[in-house]
């Protein structure tokens, strides 16, 4: 259950259990901590690439949950980007998208900043060539926000150069690889005008966009984009957030939640917002006690677990997970089917059938479920806090959850497929301030519904 906290009065039925946070201690083989960087979940995992430090950095890195442990991946061949920070990265189908965050240069120029990461096969590949005078694609930018609706990334403003805030809208069709300049971006049309340090999330077909900056002044307006109309509307936001730039956000079951960001770069807050998609209402979400989230900005939030899982329209004609009989078991394979042309794919051919399955991290094939919290309790101590505090975290190679109410339960589950029963967290993983020569920071938010 979620407590919200709206302008006047709460009534009877919002009397319920607030949220949870929990720091979630990291080994020395970890990333360090940094800001600036871009991050994505898929099946289970969550996906760090670059950012800054005291410097810019170049690092690509998965984070498995329910190991809690980190893999560092190659970012070093050719088709792999360089340092990058404020960019963005999303997942489709079994690739890794990232875009922008290079460092302004006479190069940039001529060079689309698009990068694809293929995650089965662990590499990074060529998507495109060099751009024509003809083609039509956006330049380099940073502090823009991307989105994936149906079968297309909706990419939304940015920094761009000396030129400062933009308001270009572009998509581009994964399927064919080609970029669209979208309705809304001329000078005066409707919409959140030129933009960057803001956040978006895609549902049902729309895309999201709150607060951010207008050159160098702070928003806290809210749009809406219809990708069936191709038109944008601004939504109420009398009881949402104050202005916030370099907060992060992500789509949770029919709501959107926002965390951290701040009115300047030095002024970082620890606030959770929700809005509801039906309602059209905002709430800020309580903290159990002794369970203090962090002060951050310029950091990176992932969802996990089936309430956290992208909720667009318009489903891709390329098929998903099916299943695969191994062994006697069912297994999940893909079946990538690509639309000719496959410039992205260059000789490595149009259809690829390919049975895999996770790498096993543990040996244990228990998940432990604890009893849940009682739902009144309303006024628990500090001490209850720190008890149930890391009710959610990975230990001894299994997990546990809030989830039943009555007793303990065993489930014997293979590895390949824990990440599917992942409860639903909310990792917000570095930011500013940040520690020099430390792991990265990773705090856990777990929250549940009636």
């Known amino acids: ?9 709460l009534p009877a039925m919002s009397q319920i259990s607030p949220c949870l946070w929990t720091r979630l201690p ?6 360090g901590d940094r800001y600036k960087h871009a991050c994505c979940s898929h099946d289970g995992s969550v996906y760090i690439l670059g950012g800054r430090d005291s410097g810019g950095l170049r690092d690509f890195w998965r984070y498995s949950v329910v190991c809690n442990d980190w893999t560092e991946l190659n970012c070093t061949s050719e088709a792999a980007p360089e340092e990058l920070e404020e960019h963005a990265m999303v997942a489709h189908e079994g690739f890794l998208y990232v875009f922008g965050g290079m460092l302004d240069s006479a190069y940039t120029r001529w060079r689309c900043p698009l990068w694809v990461f293929d995650i ?14 003809q ?3 956006p330049t380099n930018r940073k502090a823009h926000s991307a989105v994936v609706v149906g079968c297309a990334m909706l990419l939304y403003g940015g920094l761009v150069d000396m030129k400062g805030s933009s308001q270009d809208f572009w998509s581009l069709d994964f399927n064919t690889m080609a970029w669209s300049l979208l309705s809304g971006s001329q000078q005066g049309s409707l919409g959140p005008g030129p933009r960057h340090s803001h956040s978006a999330v895609a549902n049902q077909g729309c895309m999201y966009l709150f607060g951010g900056l207008k050159g160098l002044r702070e928003q806290r307006d809210f749009w809406k984009w219809n990708s069936t109309s191709h038109t944008w509307s601004s939504l109420k936001n009398k009881s949402g957030p104050s202005r916030l730039m ?18 300047s770069q030095n002024s970082p807050k620890n606030c959770l917002w929700r809005y509801n998609f039906t309602t059209q209402r905002w709430g800020q979400v309580a903290t159990l006690p002794g369970s203090n989230p962090p002060d951050k900005i310029h950091h990176c939030c992932a969802g996990l677990g089936p309430s956290y899982k992208s909720n667009t329209s318009s489903p891709c004609s390329s098929s998903g997970l099916q299943p695969g009989l191994l062994g006697g078991k069912l297994r999940p394979f893909k079946n990538k089917c690509f639309p000719d042309p496959l410039t992205f794919l260059g000789s490595e051919g149009a259809i690829e059938l390919e049975t895999f ?43 546990r959850t809030q989830w039943s109410p009555t007793e303990d339960n065993l489930l014997d589950e293979e590895a390949e497929d824990v990440a599917q029963h992942l409860p639903d967290l909310l990792l917000v993983l570095g930011g500013r301030p940040c520690s020099r020569h430390s792991p990265i920071s990773i705090w856990q938010m777990t929250l549940t519904d009636s």
């Open 1 to 9: 259950m979620l407590l919200l906290l709206e302008n006047g009065p």
């Open 26 to 31: 990291q080994s020395s083989r970890s990333p």
């Open 120 to 133: 089965a096969k662990l590499k990074w590949v060529h998507c495109q060539g060099k751009p024509s005078p």
């Open 135 to 137: 083609t039509q694609m």
């Open 246 to 263: 370099g907060h992060s956000a992500v789509a949770y079951k029919d709501s959107m939640l926002i965390f951290g960001g701040g009115e």
């Open 357 to 399: 399955s996770a790498d096993r991290c543990y040996e244990s094939k228990t998940l432990a479920l604890s009893s849940s919290l009682d739902s009144s309790t309303e006024g628990l101590m500090e001490t209850d806090a720190q008890r149930i505090g890391n009710c959610l975290t990975f230990e001894n190679k299994a997990f």
